[in-house]
Protein backbone atom coordinates (compact mmCIF):
# COMPACT_ATOMS: atom_id res chain seq x y z
CA UNK A 1 0.00 0.00 0.00
CA UNK A 2 1.29 3.14 -1.07
CA UNK A 3 1.67 5.97 2.20
CA UNK A 4 2.42 9.41 3.07
CA UNK A 5 2.66 9.75 6.48
CA UNK A 6 3.63 13.01 7.96
CA UNK A 7 4.98 13.78 11.51
CA UNK A 8 6.16 16.49 13.42
CA UNK A 9 3.68 18.99 14.05
CA UNK A 10 2.43 20.62 16.86
CA UNK A 11 2.09 24.33 18.96
CA UNK A 12 4.70 26.80 18.38
CA UNK A 13 4.81 30.44 19.25
CA UNK A 14 5.73 32.76 16.54
CA UNK A 15 9.30 33.16 15.54
CA UNK A 16 10.07 29.52 16.75
CA UNK A 17 10.89 26.73 14.60
CA UNK A 18 9.01 23.21 13.86
CA UNK A 19 10.33 20.30 11.98
CA UNK A 20 8.13 18.22 9.35
CA UNK A 21 8.61 14.99 7.81
CA UNK A 22 7.00 13.02 5.73
CA UNK A 23 8.16 9.12 5.42
CA UNK A 24 7.00 7.72 1.66
CA UNK A 25 6.36 3.56 1.66
CA UNK A 26 4.75 1.26 -0.56
CA UNK A 27 6.02 2.28 -3.80
CA UNK A 28 9.39 3.39 -5.08
CA UNK A 29 9.14 7.43 -4.50
CA UNK A 30 12.78 8.47 -4.61
CA UNK A 31 11.89 9.43 -8.60
CA UNK A 32 8.47 11.28 -7.79
CA UNK A 33 8.80 15.07 -6.98
CA UNK A 34 8.08 15.58 -3.47
CA UNK A 35 6.17 18.76 -1.52
CA UNK A 36 3.64 20.15 0.53
CA UNK A 37 0.85 21.85 0.92
CA UNK A 38 -1.23 23.68 3.88
CA UNK A 39 -4.89 24.64 4.39
CA UNK A 40 -5.56 26.57 7.38
CA UNK A 41 -9.43 26.48 8.58
CA UNK A 42 -11.55 28.38 5.73
CA UNK A 43 -9.09 28.83 2.86
CA UNK A 44 -7.89 26.47 0.21
CA UNK A 45 -5.66 24.08 -0.20
CA UNK A 46 -2.13 25.98 -1.22
CA UNK A 47 0.78 25.19 -2.12
CA UNK A 48 4.14 25.73 -0.05
CA UNK A 49 7.70 23.95 -1.59
CA UNK A 50 8.37 21.34 -3.75
CA UNK A 51 11.64 19.39 -4.19
CA UNK A 52 12.67 17.53 -7.43
CA UNK A 53 13.62 13.78 -7.37
CA UNK A 54 17.03 14.51 -7.42
CA UNK A 55 17.09 17.32 -4.74
CA UNK A 56 18.70 19.92 -6.95
CA UNK A 57 15.05 21.38 -8.12
CA UNK A 58 13.24 23.68 -5.33
CA UNK A 59 10.43 25.87 -5.18
CA UNK A 60 8.53 28.13 -2.01
CA UNK A 61 5.69 29.68 -2.42
CA UNK A 62 6.84 33.41 -1.70
CA UNK A 63 4.90 33.47 2.02
CA UNK A 64 7.60 31.19 3.26
CA UNK A 65 10.46 32.10 0.56
CA UNK A 66 14.00 32.59 3.11
CA UNK A 67 11.84 30.96 6.14
CA UNK A 68 11.34 27.38 5.01
CA UNK A 69 13.67 24.86 3.60
CA UNK A 70 11.91 21.15 1.88
CA UNK A 71 15.04 18.51 1.51
CA UNK A 72 14.72 14.87 1.23
CA UNK A 73 16.30 11.76 1.58
CA UNK A 74 15.80 9.18 -0.99
CA UNK A 75 17.24 6.45 1.01
CA UNK A 76 15.57 6.57 3.90
CA UNK A 77 12.48 7.34 1.63
CA UNK A 78 11.82 11.03 3.63
CA UNK A 79 11.26 14.54 3.08
CA UNK A 80 11.70 17.33 5.45
CA UNK A 81 9.94 20.94 6.09
CA UNK A 82 12.44 23.01 8.09
CA UNK A 83 10.15 25.96 9.25
CA UNK A 84 12.03 28.65 11.15
CA UNK A 85 10.91 32.45 11.97
CA UNK A 86 7.48 30.87 11.81
CA UNK A 87 4.05 33.19 12.00
CA UNK A 88 0.59 32.86 13.06
CA UNK A 89 -0.61 33.07 9.29
CA UNK A 90 1.82 29.62 9.07
CA UNK A 91 -1.10 27.98 11.00
CA UNK A 92 -2.68 25.14 9.11
CA UNK A 93 -2.99 21.70 8.15
CA UNK A 94 0.06 20.41 6.14
CA UNK A 95 0.00 17.91 4.02
CA UNK A 96 2.54 16.21 2.40
CA UNK A 97 2.75 15.41 -1.68
CA UNK A 98 4.30 13.18 -4.63
CA UNK A 99 3.95 13.59 -7.90
CA UNK A 100 5.74 11.91 -10.63
CA UNK A 101 5.61 15.06 -12.92
CA UNK A 102 8.35 17.79 -12.84
CA UNK A 103 8.78 19.72 -9.59
CA UNK A 104 7.24 23.01 -10.05
CA UNK A 105 4.56 24.50 -8.23
CA UNK A 106 1.32 23.04 -9.60
CA UNK A 107 -2.74 23.11 -8.46
CA UNK A 108 -2.89 20.18 -5.60
CA UNK A 109 -5.69 18.07 -8.30
CA UNK A 110 -1.89 17.30 -9.86
CA UNK A 111 -0.25 15.51 -7.22
CA UNK A 112 -0.94 11.86 -7.20
CA UNK A 113 -0.30 11.12 -3.70
CA UNK A 114 -1.59 12.83 -0.15
CA UNK A 115 -0.70 12.51 3.23
CA UNK A 116 -3.32 12.66 6.00
CA UNK A 117 -2.35 15.89 7.42
CA UNK A 118 -0.37 17.12 10.62
CA UNK A 119 -1.54 20.17 12.63
CA UNK A 120 1.20 23.03 12.54
CA UNK A 121 -0.16 26.08 15.14
CA UNK A 122 1.72 29.35 15.85
CA UNK A 123 1.00 31.45 18.70
CA UNK A 124 1.13 35.12 18.48
Known amino acids: QDQLVESGGGLVQAGGSLRLSCEAS????????MGWFRQAPGKEREFVAT????????YYTDSVKGRFTISRDNAKNTVSLQMNLVKPEDTAVYYC?????????????????WGQGTQVTVSA
Open 26 to 33: GRNFSNYA
Open 51 to 58: ISWSGNSK
Open 97 to 113: VATLGLAYPKPWYEYDF
